[in-house]
């Protein structure tokens, strides 16, 4: 059965991590929903991007995803991190055991900003760690603990994404068959 991932957008998300991280996992055979936070489908990227959510975060309130993917930008994030469905939506999954992962000011923002990265290690751009209190910030690419995975910011997108697809599927070599495929880094699972 495929894993399902739910991807946070709320006005002024940061376009490039939510595209890249969507693209990676549908290409991982992974059912990518993106939820609107916000009360239209329609929304304007960091950069002024038009999009469409699949669906309406509100609609979506009772369901369960294997992983909720929380994208950076500066105006996104504050919005999300204002939504209470947002907070109370994360919240559940967090209490559920599964993966949490924001990318950039996140989870600083979404995560820290509501007192919801319970002493885990996470990453993010920029010192917006500064003023976080209830996480231990740690200057990394990517960081998992538990069942949170946070990404530095955008130069790392394609990273996270396979990291995340690694561990919803478990499928090494698929993995790293996308990654010669369509990034040709060094990025491996070293599974």
């Not at 940061?14 to 055979?29: G, N, P, Q, S």
Request: one cysteine or more; aromatic letters at 8%; a negative charge.
């Amino acid at each position: 059965m495929s894993k399902k991932v739910a991807v946070l957008l709320a006005k002024g998300f940061e376009e490039a991590e939510a595209i890249m991280t969507i693209d990676v996992l549908r290409r991982l055979d992974i059912h990518v929903t993106t939820l609107a936070c916000q009360d239209m489908l329609e929304l304007t990227s960091y950069h002024n991007i038009r999009m469409f959510a699949d669906v309406l975060l509100e609609r979506s309130m009772d369901e369960t995803f294997d992983a909720v993917v929380i994208p950076g930008g500066p105006e996104g994030t504050v919005n999300l991190a204002a939504n209470p469905l947002v907070v109370e939506f994360i919240r559940r999954h967090d209490v559920a055991g599964k993966w949490i992962c924001p990318i950039c000011s996140a989870a600083t923002r979404v995560l820290g900003g509501n007192n919801l990265l319970n002493g885990r290690r996470y990453t993010c751009s920029g010192d917006l760690h500064q003023d976080v209190k209830d996480g231990i910030y740690v200057d990394e690419k990517i960081v998992e603990d538990g069942n949170l995975l946070s990404g530095k910011g955008l130069g790392v997108a394609f990273d996270f994404a396979f990291h995340l697809g690694w561990k919803l599927t478990g499928d090494a070599s698929n993995v790293d068959f996308q990654v010669d495929h369509i990034y040709y880094d060094y990025w491996r699972t070293n599974a």
